[in-house]
């Protein structure tokens, strides 16, 4: 039975309105039973988005909503690029500042913004959030740990969005990264109000559906980056005409604590609305996972062999 796509507040899992043309790929999972069938790095793997039920991110939610949104006020550019897609631990790990009239000064420009902009200058919100995204921080490790046991990751990139997210184009995630690499990445609602998100098909999926008509042959051999831009920018339009696509969706309701994990270069996503999330990403080593088969990489060249051959019948 499909599940009322109406939010309801203290509901215990995500509400989730399923398209029938889209592949249902959606998972639950509480952290008990993650961890008795050994991880899910194989479900991961083959592109199933896994919500872990009756389960909160323990991260004090009130601190982090004192936090302003707006980052207008920030002149540089650079600055205000690393405020909108923050690394975690600029928050909670650095040099202590200094004191001066009562205001403290960082070292760190960044540091500084988030006091001044974010913190509002108050050394109490400051703190407040240092000590709350420290504890989600800590916490989504666990949850890695439970997840994938039997990953070696050698990269983290800790992010946290802290400020609003509105009406994002469809999109599948490009990294800009050449190398072939696979990822595991955890998502949490830090905010007091649900996150809304839209998904619609897998990549591979999308490909195959659309492989002979747009010529995407052409891109086989290729980066697979090369291939994600063309179709997001050229043929869903990009930035430069958001939500013009006509794309089916899946519409979901994450629950605020809710965590989600999911492979962003396989599932598609649009961010409809949401202000302050956790976006944890690992660089994992391929030869660690379940099916090294099933890095996005390969599945690319798989899928080009796969209607290589078709055409050829």
């Not at 709350?132 to 990751?153: M, N, V, W």
């Not at 994600?228 to 920018?233: K, L």
């Not at 976006?279 to 090294?292: E, I, N, T």
């Amino acid at each position: 039975m499909r599940p009322s796509p109406k939010w309801q507040p203290g509901e215990l899992m995500a509400r989730i309105e399923r398209h029938p043309e889209i592949e249902d790929y959606f998972l639950e999972f509480s952290l008990a039973e993650i961890a008795e069938r050994g991880g899910i790095s194989d479900l991961f793997e083959d592109g199933y988005l896994i919500i872990l039920k009756d389960y909160r991110l323990q991260a004090d939610g009130s601190a982090l909503a004192r936090l302003s949104r707006s980052i207008d006020a920030v002149e540089d550019a650079g600055i205000r690029k690393r405020l909108k897609k923050l690394t975690a631990n600029h928050v909670f790990e650095g040099a202590p500042p200094r004191e001066s009239r009562g205001r403290l000064i960082f070292d760190d420009p960044l540091r500084q913004a988030i006091f001044d902009i974010l913190c509002r200058g108050d050394r109490d919100i400051f703190e407040g959030a240092a000590r709350a995204l420290k504890q989600a921080h800590e916490e989504t490790l666990r949850i890695f740990e439970t997840c994938f046991p039997g990953y070696e990751p050698f990269r983290l990139i800790p992010s946290v969005r802290l400020t609003t997210t509105m009406f994002e184009n469809l999109h599948w995630d490009n990294h800009n990264i050449a190398e072939d690499f696979h990822q595991a990445r955890i998502f949490a609602n830090l905010d007091t109000r649900p996150r809304i998100w839209n998904t619609g098909h897998r990549f591979p999926d999308w490909v195959r559906m659309h492989y002979d008509r747009l010529d995407l042959g052409r891109f086989a051999g290729k980066d697979p980056n090369l291939l994600i831009d063309f179709v997001t920018g050229e043929i869903l339009g990009g930035t430069r005409k958001t939500w013009m696509d006509k794309e089916p969706r899946h519409r979901i309701a994450f629950d605020p604590g809710e965590v989600w994990l999911g492979e962003s270069r396989l599932i598609s996503h649009q961010i409809y609305y949401g202000e302050l999330a956790l976006v944890y990403m690992w660089f994992v080593r391929a030869s660690s996972m379940s099916d090294p088969a099933k890095r996005f990489n390969a599945r690319i060249e798989a899928l080009h062999r796969e209607m290589g051959r078709a055409s050829a019948a």
